[in-house]
Nanobody
Framework: QYHLVETGGGLVQPGGSLRLSCEPS????????IGWFRQVPGKDRESLTC????????IWADSVRGRFTTSREYGKNTVHLQMNSLKLEDSGRYYC????????????????WGQGTQVTISS
Protein backbone atom coordinates (compact mmCIF):
# COMPACT_ATOMS: atom_id res chain seq x y z
CA GLN A 1 0.00 0.00 0.00
CA TYR A 2 1.40 3.35 -1.05
CA HIS A 3 0.89 6.56 0.80
CA LEU A 4 0.81 9.98 -0.87
CA VAL A 5 0.88 13.34 0.83
CA GLU A 6 0.08 16.64 -0.86
CA THR A 7 1.33 19.91 0.54
CA GLY A 8 1.49 23.52 -0.53
CA GLY A 9 -2.13 24.54 -0.75
CA GLY A 10 -3.42 27.81 0.63
CA LEU A 11 -5.09 31.09 -0.08
CA VAL A 12 -3.78 33.25 -2.88
CA GLN A 13 -5.07 36.22 -4.85
CA PRO A 14 -6.02 35.95 -8.49
CA GLY A 15 -2.95 36.15 -10.67
CA GLY A 16 -0.76 34.64 -7.99
CA SER A 17 1.14 31.39 -7.87
CA LEU A 18 1.34 28.31 -5.74
CA ARG A 19 3.48 25.23 -5.84
CA LEU A 20 2.00 21.98 -4.66
CA SER A 21 4.12 19.01 -3.76
CA CYS A 22 3.33 15.34 -3.71
CA GLU A 23 5.43 12.89 -1.78
CA PRO A 24 4.64 9.25 -2.38
CA SER A 25 6.13 6.84 0.09
CA UNK A 26 6.93 3.19 -0.26
CA UNK A 27 9.11 3.49 -3.33
CA UNK A 28 12.75 2.65 -3.73
CA UNK A 29 12.90 4.04 -7.26
CA UNK A 30 11.25 6.70 -9.42
CA UNK A 31 9.52 4.18 -11.65
CA UNK A 32 5.99 5.52 -11.32
CA UNK A 33 3.76 8.18 -12.76
CA ILE A 34 1.87 10.81 -10.81
CA GLY A 35 -1.32 12.51 -11.83
CA TRP A 36 -2.82 15.72 -10.54
CA PHE A 37 -6.54 16.20 -10.11
CA ARG A 38 -8.89 18.86 -8.85
CA GLN A 39 -12.19 18.46 -7.09
CA VAL A 40 -14.71 21.22 -6.66
CA PRO A 41 -17.85 20.55 -4.59
CA GLY A 42 -20.76 19.77 -6.82
CA LYS A 43 -18.62 19.08 -9.87
CA ASP A 44 -16.92 16.05 -11.31
CA ARG A 45 -13.31 15.50 -10.48
CA GLU A 46 -11.12 17.11 -13.10
CA SER A 47 -8.00 15.43 -14.42
CA LEU A 48 -5.34 18.09 -14.82
CA THR A 49 -1.98 16.68 -15.77
CA CYS A 50 0.33 13.73 -15.34
CA UNK A 51 4.07 13.12 -15.32
CA UNK A 52 5.60 9.79 -16.25
CA UNK A 53 8.53 8.06 -14.65
CA UNK A 54 10.75 9.53 -17.37
CA UNK A 55 9.41 13.03 -16.93
CA UNK A 56 7.06 13.10 -19.88
CA UNK A 57 4.13 15.35 -19.16
CA UNK A 58 0.59 15.02 -20.41
CA ILE A 59 -1.80 17.88 -19.92
CA TRP A 60 -5.40 16.76 -19.83
CA ALA A 61 -7.20 19.95 -18.87
CA ASP A 62 -7.15 22.79 -21.38
CA SER A 63 -8.09 25.12 -18.55
CA VAL A 64 -4.60 24.79 -17.04
CA ARG A 65 -2.52 24.51 -20.18
CA GLY A 66 0.16 27.16 -20.21
CA ARG A 67 -0.35 27.98 -16.55
CA PHE A 68 0.29 24.75 -14.65
CA THR A 69 3.39 22.63 -14.97
CA THR A 70 4.35 19.45 -13.22
CA SER A 71 7.86 18.28 -12.53
CA ARG A 72 9.62 15.76 -10.38
CA GLU A 73 12.73 15.61 -8.29
CA TYR A 74 14.40 12.33 -9.03
CA GLY A 75 15.85 10.60 -6.03
CA LYS A 76 13.71 12.62 -3.64
CA ASN A 77 10.36 10.99 -4.44
CA THR A 78 8.75 14.38 -4.87
CA VAL A 79 6.53 15.67 -7.62
CA HIS A 80 5.50 19.30 -7.92
CA LEU A 81 2.64 21.14 -9.51
CA GLN A 82 3.55 24.74 -10.23
CA MET A 83 0.44 26.82 -10.66
CA ASN A 84 0.77 30.31 -12.12
CA SER A 85 -1.69 32.99 -13.15
CA LEU A 86 -4.25 31.52 -10.81
CA LYS A 87 -7.89 32.26 -11.41
CA LEU A 88 -10.92 32.18 -9.18
CA GLU A 89 -12.07 29.01 -10.91
CA ASP A 90 -8.87 27.23 -9.92
CA SER A 91 -10.13 27.00 -6.37
CA GLY A 92 -10.66 23.46 -5.22
CA ARG A 93 -9.08 20.52 -3.53
CA TYR A 94 -6.05 19.22 -5.34
CA TYR A 95 -5.02 15.62 -5.27
CA CYS A 96 -2.07 13.69 -6.52
CA UNK A 97 -2.44 10.05 -7.37
CA UNK A 98 -0.19 7.18 -8.21
CA UNK A 99 -0.45 5.88 -11.73
CA UNK A 100 -0.93 2.19 -12.39
CA UNK A 101 1.81 2.39 -14.99
CA UNK A 102 5.11 4.18 -15.27
CA UNK A 103 3.74 6.16 -18.20
CA UNK A 104 0.66 8.37 -18.22
CA UNK A 105 -1.86 6.28 -20.10
CA UNK A 106 -5.43 6.98 -19.15
CA UNK A 107 -7.07 9.37 -16.75
CA UNK A 108 -8.60 6.49 -14.82
CA UNK A 109 -5.38 4.54 -14.30
CA UNK A 110 -4.68 5.80 -10.80
CA UNK A 111 -4.98 3.54 -7.80
CA UNK A 112 -3.61 5.32 -4.75
CA TRP A 113 -4.59 8.80 -3.79
CA GLY A 114 -3.49 11.38 -1.29
CA GLN A 115 -5.82 13.27 1.03
CA GLY A 116 -5.59 16.41 -1.03
CA THR A 117 -4.67 19.98 -0.30
CA GLN A 118 -7.05 22.91 -0.48
CA VAL A 119 -6.38 25.78 -2.86
CA THR A 120 -8.46 28.91 -2.57
CA ILE A 121 -8.20 31.78 -4.99
CA SER A 122 -9.79 34.91 -3.64
CA SER A 123 -9.24 38.63 -3.64
Amino acid sequence: QYHLVETGGGLVQPGGSLRLSCEPSGFTSDDYSIGWFRQVPGKDRESLTCISSLGRVRIWADSVRGRFTTSREYGKNTVHLQMNSLKLEDSGRYYCALGDYSDCVRKDDFGSWGQGTQVTISS
